[in-house]
């Protein structure tokens, strides 16, 4: 019961540091994606090694082309998440990339051969709703962020079911240093092509901020996954939208239309109904090995 309040309170945690990660990406507004991404990375790669060092695990890595794999994916879906969070509002943007969970289900189904519930589906579909009301479809040009949003779900649904067959080889600590010196290397080619401006001291401030966040929230969320299953806790990411709209009201006077609050009750609904559908799942599984442990004991 400890462990569950820990994990439950460190998930919560990590929602609060990302969405302050996301608010300080809004705040540099027009500063090039390519720089917040760096800094972004920077503090990270120093956490995450800290992190392999103090697990023992390998920094190198034994599933190396999966691993690249899963940071390119990463990388799309974080440049795709910062151009976003500058060019809309950021609680719809945050709605939008929360349908990653949804993504994952789609992708393990179709390539980790997992299958998908009839509660799932209905989850599936409920946050599908949900995002077009965020997105409301027209043929004007405040689409295209909302869409580039939508994007970078999918980059990072696509990321994190790579995650999932990581876990077979390599451990967190590792996919999260891959993943940091990747994306930090990456952008040297476009700072030095354009992609950088000199910050002022403010804007240096919260360059730090922003590795800083970035490094909290990834800190809590391993340390959530250590005292609790991830399909307990994943119910709680979605205080992240809570968070986030809070930050946009107090920080950039935002105020959610009724579409951007239906849509993000409706994610959040589907949210809660594939945590449940998997509560289920693991009931079921736990009862089934339990079936199985007295079926040997009496064969004793």
Not at 243 to 257: A, K, M, N, V, Y
Request: no cysteine; aromatic share 12%; charged share 15%.
């Amino acid at each position: 019961m400890e462990n569950r309040k820990k994990g439950i309170t460190y998930i919560l945690l990590s929602s609060l540091f990302f969405a302050l990660m996301a608010a300080t990406v809004k705040f540099l507004g027009d500063m090039p994606t390519a720089e917040k991404i760096f800094f972004r990375n920077l503090v990270g790669i120093f956490v995450a090694f800290t992190l392999v060092k103090k697990s023992g695990s390998s920094l190198i890595g034994k599933n190396k082309k999966l691993l690249i794999l899963r940071s390119i994916f990463g990388l799309l879906g974080i440049a795709a998440y910062f151009y976003a969070l500058a060019n809309m509002k950021l609680s719809d943007a945050v709605i939008l990339n929360k349908m990653s969970p949804f993504f994952v289900m789609v992708f393990a189904a179709l390539f980790l051969k997992e299958n998908i519930t009839k509660k799932q589906m209905i989850a599936l579909l409920t946050a599908a709703l949900g995002a077009i009301l965020v997105i409301r479809p027209g043929f004007d040009s405040n689409i295209i962020p909302s869409l580039i949003a939508l994007m970078s779900s999918i980059f990072a649904g696509v990321a994190y079911t790579i995650v999932r067959q990581l876990r077979k080889t390599d451990s967190a600590a590792t996919v999260v240093f891959y993943f940091s010196l990747f994306s930090t290397l990456a952008m040297i080619p476009f700072m030095i092509s354009g992609s950088f401006v000199i910050p002022t001291a403010v804007q240096a401030l919260a360059l730090l901020a922003l590795g800083l966040f970035a490094a909290a929230a990834q800190l809590f969320m391993t340390n959530a996954y250590r005292h609790a299953e991830a399909g307990e806790l994943s119910i709680y990411t979605y205080a992240n939208i809570v968070f986030s709209s809070i930050f946009g009201l107090l920080f950039f006077q935002e105020i959610p239309d009724l579409f951007s609050v239906l849509g993000a009750v409706l994610i959040i609904t589907a949210g809660y109904l594939n945590y449940r559908a998997k509560e289920k799942e693991h009931a079921e599984k736990a009862a089934e090995l339990k079936l199985e442990k007295e079926k040997n004991k009496s064969v004793v």
